[in-house]
Structure formats: C-alpha cells, structure tokens
C-alpha cells in the first residue's frame, strides 16, 4: 500500500514537472517559429530583388508551410508570374485576394495575370451585381466569419432579453436586435459571397497547354485545347482524371496533375 | 439537390459541345487530273484540316499496285480567325504524292487512311482513267525535243526522228546511268543524282520497274521526264543518245554511309529488219546503287542560333504593320534566303517578349534548283498577338547555319523591331511617360516588403470556438423564453406560482419543525409539522386547507387525484399531529419517527 501511494506521488510529481515546462517553454517556442517565417520571407524577397526568382521561390514555399499571409502569397505569385507561370502566380494572387481583399496590388495583378494569360475570357461585368460584390466583400473572409458568429449570439441574446424582460425594455430591445439581425444577415451574405471564391472546386491550369478530352483517357476524343493561366472548375473525380468546366461551359478531362487547386492553399 | 439542374445543363452542354466537335478534323484525298497517260505522272494530294490540331501522323496510303511511287513531299499553313473574341486556329497539312500509272485502263487509288487521336479516319477511293495516249498539254515549239515520243508508252507509228542503231547487244547498247555529282557530303549538303538512259538502240514500251529508294535523305525531286529528249553523249568510249529520266536533290538527314538503291527500267528493242520487218527484243536493265558518304556536322563552333541551314543563307524580318488596335494581331514575317537545305532549316528560336504572345509559325517555301543547287526562301510568319499595351520589341534575330563549301559556320542576324499596341488591355494602370506616350501597365505590382500584420488565417485560425457562438446563441435564446413564459406565469396563474413555491415552503417548514424537535419543544415541533403538511397540500393543490375539515380534505384530495392511501396517510399524520399537541402520551411514535413519515408521504405525492 504504501509502495502504490509513493508510485502516485513520483507519477504526480513527473507530472507536475512536465506541464510547468511547457508553461515555461512554449511562449519560447512561438517567437522563435515567427522568427524563422520571417526570415524565410526577407531572404525570399531579397533573391526576388537580385533577379533570382527560382531561389525566392523556394523560399516563399517554405514560408507557406507555416502561415498564409496575403503579402506572402501575393509575393509567390509575382515570382511565379516573373518566371512564366501565369497559372500557379494567379493561384496565388486569388489566395491573397482572400485574405485581403482591399490590397489594390493584390487585385491589380490578378487582373494583370489574368490579361497575361493566352485563353481570354470576355467578362462584362454587370454593374448592379460588381456593386453588390464590392459591398459584400467589404471585409475577408475570416472576420465575417467571426462577425457573423458573435452577431448571431448577440441578435438571439436581445431576443431572449426581449422574452424575459418586461414591457418597459422590450422596445429598445426589439431595437438593437433588428440591427443586430441586419448586420447578421450582411455577414451571412458576404460568407456566402466568399464562399463561391474559395470553393475547393476552382482549380487554374499550370502547363502551357492542355488537351481537354470527352473521357477520363488519352484514347478519347480530344475536346479543346486550353493554355496555363485559365481559371476552371472541377466538376467531377475519376482516378488521376477530373472532369474540369472552362468558363463559358465548355470542358473535358484531363489528368488532375495539369490543375493547381486554389484552396484550400498548398 | 439544389445544383441539381445546373450539373444536368452542363452535361447537356458537353453532349452538344461533343457532337460539335465531331466534324473538327476534314481529311481528304485529291488527285491534279483524272485522265492520264500511260507512264505520265499524276499528283496525289491527301489533306488535313482541322481547328487546334496538333502534329499530325503522315497518312496511310492504299494498295498502289497499279501505279510507281515517284516520291512525295508535304506543305503545312496555319489560318487564325478570330469570331467573337474567339481564336480559331485551322491547321492545313497536304501530303502529295507523286504517281505513275503502269498499265492501261480504269485503275482506282483506293481509300487512304488516317489514325489520330484514336480516331480513324477515311478518304473516298478515286478512279483514273489510264489511256495509252499521251495526256499532257503539248510542248511548245521552242522546246520542242529532239525526239517527241512519250519514253513510257512510245508510239511505233510515229515517225522517228532518228534511226536506232540495232548493232550489238543489248547489255552493250542499253544503260542506265546513275550518277551523284558527289559522294562525300556533310549533313544536310545537297547530293544532286541522277538517272539517264543511254541507249543504241530504238526502244519502246519503255516502264519504270523499280524505283530508287533513297533511305536517309530528304528528297526534293527536280526534273521527272515526261518526253525524253535526246542528246548525244560518249559513254564507255562510245556514242549514244542520252535522255535524263530522274533527277533529284538529296539532303542527308543522318550521318554515316547512305546507299541509293538502283532505278529499273523495262522495254522492248526494236530491231531493223527493213521498213517492213522489225522486230522487238524485250530487256530490263538497272542503274547501278550510289554510296554517298556523310560527315556529321563539327560540333565546334556550332551557334546556339543553329537550327539546321547547310548552305548559305540570309535573314531577314519585317512587321505587318507598326501598331496593334484592341488585341488585334500582327504577323512578324522572317525570310530566310539562299541556297541550301532550305526546307530542313526549322523557325528561328523566337525569345520571349513580355506583354506578347507568340503563336507558332505559318511556314512558306518558295525554291527552284536553278544555279546549280536548291535555292529560294523559306519564310516563317510568326503571329504576334499583343497582351499588353505600350510600345513592344521584337529583338534581333538570329540565325546560324553552316557552310560546307567553307567548312564553318556563320550567324546572319535582323535588326531590332518595334510596334505599338494600343486597347490590348482596357483596365490597366496608367503610366504617362516623358515623351508622351501613355503607357498602360505593361508589368506587375512590385513585391510586398513585409508580412502582412494581422492578416487572417482562413486555414490557420482555429474556426472551432466561432462556430460556439451559434449554440451559445440558440441556448441564450431558449432560456430568455422559458424564463420569461415561467415569469409571467408566476405573476399571473396563483395556483402555478403556489404549486412552484410549494417544494421551497415545505422544505423550509419541515426544517423549521426538525429544529423545534431538536429543542425539545415537542408541541410547538408537532404543531410546525402539521401546518407543513397541510401547508404543503394546500399550495400543492391551490386549495384553501388550513380551514378544511378532514372530511372536506378528504373529498379534495381525492378529487385532485391523490390515491386513498395518500389520504388516509396525510390525514393520519395531521391527526396525529393534533393528538401529540393536545394529549401527549396519546401517540405511540416519536417525533423523529413522525417527521421521517411525514416526509416520506409528502414525497409520495
């Protein structure tokens, strides 16, 4: 009995040790992570500015792997663009988008990028419709979403006050509820909107040109040819084939390896 | 459910687009006349045409037993159509083959056939007719030949313009003589061969019956005889009439020793007997095979321009025109001329130029064998369409070829170009320049200096403690009505706000008389304990207890549903309640005994 008690207090003890050194270790830890991400980014932007951009390359991928920061992509896509792949640097500059979408760089150069490419899309932009996409899009991606969450707790709050309190409260509340809500539903909104431009469906080209074809094989019928930079969405999976939509409705198969997935990012 | 229809119309989309898309490819099969002489030759032209088609295999040909391969060449162009905003490549690739009927009568050139893309493809069988008669358009009188008889379908009534010399053998009398103007070459030197027949004798009926093969080479055929004409020349010490039957320019595409197989001929020869008696004597004879040796080309020195020119050459290169307006495109034109292999030297390596996409080139020949060697131009239309806006350059081009007569090799270049494009891109940034000129956005935005502070984390943040705040929302809500109905119930429904408070109050009278038990104040225990279970029935029920008598309790407790054991156990407990109060002694229980029953039945209700 008293061996098995003095085992628990050496087993309480190790425990206790190990929790106080993560205590203590990790906010270490942390800074030294930011650190090395920085610093991968400087020396990437430093072998951009002398020209090298395969070497900036390599390390704007290895930043990648440990955050998704929209001057980072934004960064990558220029060297992908200045290496001459038009789809992986559009890729790239949608992920900023994202991420920041009032960045007048980031949206310049995709456009830019999307001009660049060899397949022209003619779009006309409806106005009403750009209007309305520009106010949705007020904000990224990841403070609606938390907007809308906290929005929805505190419309539904002011409802229940609404049930619980009296006469006297209740018109105030009816108030700052119905606002509550409005704003609730513009956030729901500009999710939704957001949610079409991260859809893992979108999917850009990234080999200088591709044969779409009516079948998951290279003894089908060829369909259309495509080039690197076009902007497509997969509709459907067969083995290392997807069945990809070019705008304008027209597509094919193709083996997957010839598309670059815009999100989630790599 | 929702994408339902949307997935449907993208199928039907796809189906449309596939039936469409089925007539992409024409493949077809012509020949220049229908109706040819015996021995005459005939064009064959097997084309292909398609929108976006890539390299395309050569095709099949059919069974041409009935006719002589005399050899084939190709020719490609390429149109680019824009509809709608739309580009439309059309690539044409002809194949023409060169055919010599070898006999007389109605002979078909069956279907010929093409495998692309796994799909297979079939031109209509096309009849000839083959008459014995010449069919080819009369010679104009300048050229008039010495002896004006078709070498392959000779007509013996005719009047010939020179008598055969019937003397000797036929081995001794009848040649034919290949002969190369070299046979040590570098690869790609033009090799010129040719076939002549020497002949002593008068011959008719004459046909080709095996054709030289040459293996290696690229051929450019130059002179095929339709008429033979005769001169006199010496061959082995003595004279005979001469005709060339084939000549043609080689240029080897490989290195090493290249054999040219014999040309075969078979005729008959006639013999003089007198004007009334002749006689035919058939033979066949064959040319003897030719051996050319191939240097490769030194590996020193060889230019980066280098795409294959053995010659010599020049380069130049013009614009279409010095301005694009909205996209349109331009054709940069680069003409290589002077002699050589001109039609083995491939495009120019065209660098990028920023802002410009650079379609593959149309390729025009023009050549002629005149001077010696094939000469002529091949030119290369590249088309230039401008993705930007801003002034653009086209830099020098280079071009390197080598020279085997020098032994070396030589870089010929063009100048620089310039165009201007202008509405290429509509939204582009505007930059004025010093001169003027506006120039709209011709690069990307610079890189950023630094990460991007507080820039989210769409894939990084955890999202989990957000999604917390919808059920935290719906629980909030929840509990605001039940809380708020429970309320108002209270102020308004007596009964509900007695019956809630009722376990309170009990709990709160039944602790009160435990204490007075514990004091030892029996009567005052005995009397708190009665007022809590009739308190307790009273709130419980909504019903005014305290002045009920046990009868009256009675009838209520039973009409409020509580089982006749309940009652008589309630009212025993009050009863003996009020005995203990007022005749101490009477009761058999003690107080402690008392309050866990009392509890016990108060709970059972």
């Known amino acids: 009995m008293a061996a098995e ?32 991400t920085a610093d991968l980014f400087q020396a990437a932007n430093q072998a951009y500015e002398a020209g090298d951009f395969g070497r900036a390359l390599v390390y704007y991928d290895s930043a990648a792997m440990f955050v998704r920061n929209a001057n980072l992509y934004y960064n990558r896509g220029n060297a992908h663009f200045k290496l001459g792949a038009i789809g992986r640097a559009i890729a790239d500059y949608n992920r900023a988008y994202i991420l920041a979408p009032t960045d007048v760089d980031i949206r310049q150069n995709l456009e830019f990028g999307r001009a660049y490419r060899p397949d022209k899309t003619l779009v006309i932009p409806n106005p009403v419709l750009r209007f309305l996409t520009a106010l949705l899009r007020l904000v990224d991606l990841a403070t609606v979403k938390l907007a809308n969450g906290v929005l929805f707790f505190l419309t539904l709050l002011c409802l229940g006050l609404v049930f619980f309190g009296g ?28 949610a079409a431009e991260v859809s893992p469906a979108k999917a850009v080209v990234v080999v200088p040109e591709l044969t779409l074809r009516s079948g998951p094989g290279e003894e089908y019928k060829e369909m259309v040819i495509v080039h690197d930079g076009l902007e497509v969405l997969v509709r459907s999976r067969r083995g290392k084939y997807v069945l990809v939509q070019a705008p304008g409705g027209e597509g094919g198969w193709a083996e997957s390896s010839a598309f670059e997935q815009i999100f989630p990012a790599r | ?125 096309i009849s000839i007719t083959v008459t014995k008669e010449s069919q080819a358009p009369p010679a104009r009188q300048g050229q008039q030949p010495q002896r004006p008889f078709d070498p392959f379908d000779w007509d013996p009534f005719a009047p010939p313009q020179r008598q055969p010399r019937t003397t000797g053998r036929i081995q001794d009398d009848i040649h034919i003589v290949a002969a190369a103007d070299r046979t040590v070459v570098y690869q790609g030197e033009q090799v010129t061969v040719s076939f002549s027949l020497y002949t002593r004798r008068q011959i008719s009926d004459l046909r080709l019956t095996e054709v030289p093969s040459f293996n290696g080479f690229w051929v450019e055929n130059l002179y095929d005889a339709k008429q033979l004409q005769y001169r006199t020349r010496e061959y082995g010490g003595r004279q005979y009439d001469a005709a060339l039957l084939k000549k043609v320019a080689l240029f080897p595409t490989q290195s090493g020793e290249l054999r040219i197989s014999p040309m075969k001929i078979a005729g008959q020869a ?7 008696f002749q006689s035919a004597e058939p033979f066949e004879i064959s040319s003897g095979a030719i051996t050319v040796t191939v240097k490769p080309l030194p590996e020193q020195g060889k230019p980066a321009s280098f795409t294959g020119g053995v010659g010599r050459f020049e380069v130049t290169a013009k614009l279409s025109a010095d301005s ?21 030297i491939g495009p120019p390596k065209l660098p990028a130029i920023t802002g410009v996409r650079v379609l593959n080139p149309e390729t025009k020949d023009k050549t002629s064998d005149e001077g010696g060697g094939l000469s002529g131009s091949r030119e290369f239309v590249f088309p230039l369409m401008p993705q930007v806006d801003g002034k653009h350059s086209i830099p020098s081009l280079e071009l390197g070829f080598f020279d085997p007569k020098a032994g070396t090799y030589y870089t ?43 820039s989210g984390g769409w894939s990084t943040a955890p999202e989990w403690w957000i999604w917390l705040f919808y059920p935290m929302g719906i629980v909030v809500l929840t509990l605001g ?8 119930r209270l102020e308004q429904d007596r009964g509900y706000a007695r019956r809630t408070r009722s376990g309170k109050l ?100």
């Open chain 2, 1 to 125: 459910m929702r994408y339902f229809p949307v997935r449907y119309a993208w199928m039907v989309l796809l189906a449309l687009f596939l039936s469409a898309a089925g007539a992409e490819l024409n493949f077809s099969a012509d020949v220049d006349r229908t109706t040819v002489g015996l021995g005459e030759e005939l064009q064959l032209t097997v084309t292909v045409r398609g929108t976006n088609i890539g390299s395309i295999p050569r095709p099949q040909l059919p069974e041409l037993s009935d006719f002589n391969n005399l050899g084939s060449t190709s020719s490609q162009s390429t149109n680019i159509s824009f509809v709608n905003g739309r580009m439309t490549q059309e690539q044409t690739v002809s194949f023409i083959y060169f055919l010599s009927p070898k006999k007389v009568g109605s002979l078909s050139i069956g279907p010929c056939k093409l495998e692309y893309k796994g799909e297979t493809y079939q031109t209509q069988p």
């Open chain 2, 270 to 276: 006639i013999s003089s007997g007198g004007f009334f």
């Open chain 2, 412 to 454: 010929r270049s063009t100048p620089a170009l310039e165009f201007v494009a202008r509405g290429a891109v509509p939204t582009a940034g505007v930059v004025e320049t010093g001169s003027g000129m506006r120039v709209l956005g011709s690069d990307i935005r610079h890189i950023k200096p630094c990460l991007r502070p507080g």
């Open chain 1, 167 to 194: 006469p006297v409260q209740r018109r105030p509340l009816v108030v700052i509820a119905a606002v509550l809500a409005a704003f609730w539903l513009y956030t729901g909104a500009s999710w939704l909107s957001w």
């Open chain 2, 324 to 344: 694009s307006v909205g996209g349109e495109p331009l054709n940069l034109s680069v003409r290589i001329s002077g002699t050589g292999n001109l039609r083995l």
């Open chain 2, 506 to 605: 009990v709990k709160k009278r039944l602790a009160q008389a435990r204490g007075l038990l514990e004091q030892g104040d029996e009567r005052g225990f005995y009397a708190a304990l009665s007022q809590a279970v009739v308190g307790y029935v009273g709130d419980r029920f909504n019903i005014e207890s305290q002045g009920m008598t046990n009868e009256e309790l009675t009838v209520e407790l039973t009409r409020q549903g509580v089982s006749p054991t309940g009652v008589t156990e309630l009212l025993d407990i009050v009863k003996n309640c009020d005995a203990a109060r007022f005749s101490p002694g009477m009761v058999s229980c003690s107080g402690r005994e008392m309050l866990e029953r009392a509890v016990r039945t108060l709970e059972a209700l």
């Open chain 2, 481 to 488: 009505v039940v809380l708020g109905r429970h309320q108002r």
């Open chain 1, 5 to 36: 008690l003095k085992h628990r207090a050496i087993q309480l003890w190790h425990t206790g040790v190990l929790m106080v050194g993560f205590w203590f270790v990790t906010p270490c830890l942390v800074p030294a992570y930011a650190a090395t």
